[in-house]
C-alpha cells in the first residue's frame, strides 16, 4: 500500500518559518514534489525534486522555499522562511513512480497570519 504523511503544517505569523515534512511508503518516486491549494484557487505546484536531486520551483516561492529529499528514508522536505499571508494554504506531498503512478498525501494546513 502506497502511503505519504505529511506534516509539519501550522499556524505562523508573516516572516516566519516552517518545515513540511512527507514520508513515503510503498513505493520508490523518481520525483517527489509539494503542491497546494488555497480556498477557491486551483492547486497549484510550488516545488519538485528528482531522485538526483535536480530541482523546481514555482516563481512566487523562490528565493524563500527549499525543496529537498532524504532517499534513504523516502522524505521530502519544505523548508519554507519569510512566509507571506498569500503562502497560506493546504500543502500537499506528490510522488511519482517510474512506473506512471501519482500519489498523493492527504495534506497539511499552512496558515500564515499578518
Known amino acids: 500500500q502506497v502511503q505519504l504523511v505529511e506534516s509539519g503544517g501550522g499556524l505562523v505569523q508573516a516572516g516566519g518559518s516552517l518545515r513540511l515534512s512527507c514520508a513515503a511508503s510503498g513505493s520508490i518516486f523518481s520525483i517527489m514534489g509539494w503542491y497546494r491549494q488555497a480556498p477557491g484557487k486551483q492547486r497549484e505546484l510550488v516545488a519538485i525534486?528528482?531522485?538526483?536531486?535536480?530541482?523546481n520551483y514555482a516563481d512566487s516561492v523562490k528565493g524563500r522555499f527549499t525543496i529537498s529529499r532524504d532517499n534513504s528514508k523516502n522524505t521530502v522536505y519544505l523548508q519554507m522562511n519569510s512566509l507571506k499571508p498569500e503562502d497560506t494554504a493546504v500543502y500537499y506531498c506528490n510522488g511519482k513512480n517510474l512506473f506512471g503512478g501519482a500519489y498523493w498525501g492527504q495534506g497539511t494546513q499552512v496558515t500564515v497570519s499578518s
Open positions: 525534486i528528482t531522485s538526483g536531486g535536480s530541482t
